[in-house]
């Protein structure tokens, strides 16, 4: 075992070493799976859908897909929980129509034109070109700021409708959401504010949110999110094939690198 004096000796902060420990920095994010949050079926959420979810017992859930673009994630969730539910929301109207063709072939799934907040009315929506190049992906609410990764500029402006999680189940009269994911490209926690009255009376089994460089854009921190939903949920940072438990916040913990988490309530931690 290395002595704690030679791990915390000055002699390693110097600058000589620098190189050396923002290299292992950068892998020991990677290992933790930061910034691997944008392939649904590499970063762990098909993972989640086929193992996790399965096992606490929603088996045939109501699923709410925020930010379903393309429509990636709402046909994992058809393929593992095929009598699912499931509505998905993407208010750009081009991709809203491509979504509907997308998922012809999957049954009943209904495509809501408009974005969830946290209030109704309406709201300018941004479409992105990254490096000059259409980048559907990055559309949002949110006004993106600039990057040295790259060239993020609008190529677009629209208004949208909005609506809330908590108004569309007094719509629909729905009593409960089983599943409820958001990949919305910094606004999630504003979904998730909207969705005050559902979360408070119990009424959302379990979230799965993106949290990475757009919360950047939208001021946003996971300490917001620990804040909101800590009291009632485990929260979980989804890896390639499994959940590591955050049982407490620190600030060390506010990566901004594109990274999914998963909310359960805890009454149904018995069935994991």
């Known amino acids: ?11 390693l902060r110097s600058s000589a070493f620098q190189p050396l420990w923002e290299r292992l920095h950068f892998w020991t994010l990677f ?21 996790t979810v399965r096992s606490i017992g929603l088996v045939r859930p109501l699923v709410v897909d925020v930010g379903a673009n393309r429509g990636e994630y709402a046909r994992l969730v058809r393929q593992h929980l095929p009598d699912a539910t499931i509505y998905c929301f993407e208010p750009a109207a081009e991709t809203a129509e491509f979504l509907r063709g997308n998922l012809r072939d999957l049954g009943a799934i209904e495509v809501m034109v408009e974005a969830l907040s946290d209030r109704t009315g309406q709201a300018e929506f941004y479409d992105y070109t990254f490096n000059g190049k259409p980048a559907d992906a990055m559309a949002s609410l949110e006004r993106r700021l600039p990057t040295q990764v790259g060239a993020i500029e609008v190529a677009r402006r629209t208004q949208v409708r909005l609506n809330t999680v908590d108004h569309f189940c007094t719509q629909r009269g729905i009593e ?8 919305v490209e910094g606004h999630d926690l504003s979904v998730l504010r909207g969705a005050t009255q559902m979360l408070q009376s119990g009424s959302i089994r379990v979230i799965q949110f993106e949290f990475g460089p757009a919360n950047l854009s939208s001021r946003t921190t996971f300490y917001d999110f620990w804040d909101l939903l800590s ?10 094939s499994a959940l590591r438990r955050i049982d407490h916040y620190e600030e060390w913990k506010e990566v901004y690198l594109t990274s999914n988490y998963f909310a359960i309530e805890r009454s149904l931690l018995t069935n994991l």
């Open 1 to 11: 075992m290395i002595p704690r004096a030679l791990l915390t000796h000055r002699w």
């Open 31 to 51: 290992w933790m799976n930061h910034g691997a949050g944008g392939n649904c079926r590499e970063s762990g959420e098909e993972w989640v859908l086929a193992h």
């Open 176 to 183: 409960g959401i089983d599943l409820l994911k958001t990949d």
């Open 231 to 240: 009291n009632r949920y485990e929260i979980f940072r989804i890896l390639p």
